[in-house]
């Protein structure tokens, strides 16, 4: 069965994702030159399309403009801009009922616990008879399976072996561990050698291999590589209801950087989504 997926298009210079799986606008990456024509263009999609949320990062210095059009901050990431300058992750809603969040209590007792081991991250090591490389177009169908198997919805088309093979030739590059034949457990990074930044996202670990830390492992080979190629900050957008997912980016020193409530349909419906990031 095909996953509905949205749809991504560029409009000026910025990459623009809409549709109604996510029920949203997701500026993706945002061309300054295009400040603030795309706060109109934004405006005019949820209107014609019934959206309930736009979400945009932003560059500190234009968070003015956006507030007096309505958004307001969800998230800051500091050394976004080639290890300099914040990004501001802000938010319009023109539903206030998506910003509530009635799992709230679940979301702070998560958090909670990632923060309570902040830091402390031991890496276990990769087992006997397991191997740890970088996927090849050969590994796209595998991969989309995996995905398939652990992620009911997701916002982008993961599930789709054509969408992983065309990811890799743009700036996705995804990392697996294998047990000989079987595809263990997979992650992706997307670069933006741009900017210096790199969002690190899509861990997987097949339902047979979990409990063996291979989400950490994989996060610490990613990091490792992309600090020799002169990449400043990793970040990443987690499910704030997943204490596994939480606790790998805080044991491994990621900083929290706040909560987009109800951004994200994942695992079968909309979820708040949690903001860390590292300087690398």
């Not at 949820?46 to 234009?62: L, M, N, Q």
């Amino acid at each position: 069965m095909a996953m509905q997926c949205d749809v991504v298009l560029h409009h000026g210079n910025s990459i623009v994702q809409h549709g109604r799986v996510n029920n949203r606008v997701y500026v993706m990456k945002l061309a300054p030159a295009d400040i603030p024509e795309i706060i109109r263009y934004a405006d005019d999609l949820i209107r014609r399309e019934g959206y309930t949320k736009i979400f945009v990062k932003v560059p500190e210095s234009t968070v003015d403009i956006f507030s007096r059009a309505g958004y307001i901050t969800e998230a800051t990431v500091p050394f976004f801009f080639r290890g300099k300058d914040p990004a501001v992750f802000m938010a319009k809603y023109s539903d206030p009922a998506r910003k509530e969040t009635p799992d709230a209590t679940i979301i702070a007792e998560v958090l909670s616990a990632a923060l309570g081991y902040a830091g402390k991250r031991i890496l276990p090591e990769l087992p006997e008879g397991f191997s740890l490389m970088y996927a090849t177009p050969g590994d796209a169908t595998e991969i989309a399976a995996l995905y398939r198997l652990v992620f009911k919805t997701y916002p982008f088309p993961i599930h789709d072996p054509e969408y992983i093979r065309e990811s890799m030739q743009g700036k996705i590059r995804y990392v697996t561990i294998r047990k000989s034949h079987l595809l263990a457990a997979v992650a992706s990074c997307e670069i933006d050698t741009e900017n210096l930044n790199a969002e690190v996202t899509d861990f997987a670990t097949n339902p047979l291999f979990q409990g063996r830390g291979f989400a950490g492992i994989l996060l610490n080979r990613m990091e490792a590589d992309l600090k020799n190629e002169g990449i400043l900050l990793a970040y990443t957008i987690a499910r704030a209801i997943s204490r596994p997912v939480n606790g790998v980016f805080a044991g491994a020193g990621y900083q929290y950087a706040g909560l987009l409530p109800n951004n994200t349909n994942i695992c079968g419906s909309l979820e708040s989504m949690n903001v860390w990031y590292k300087r690398l």
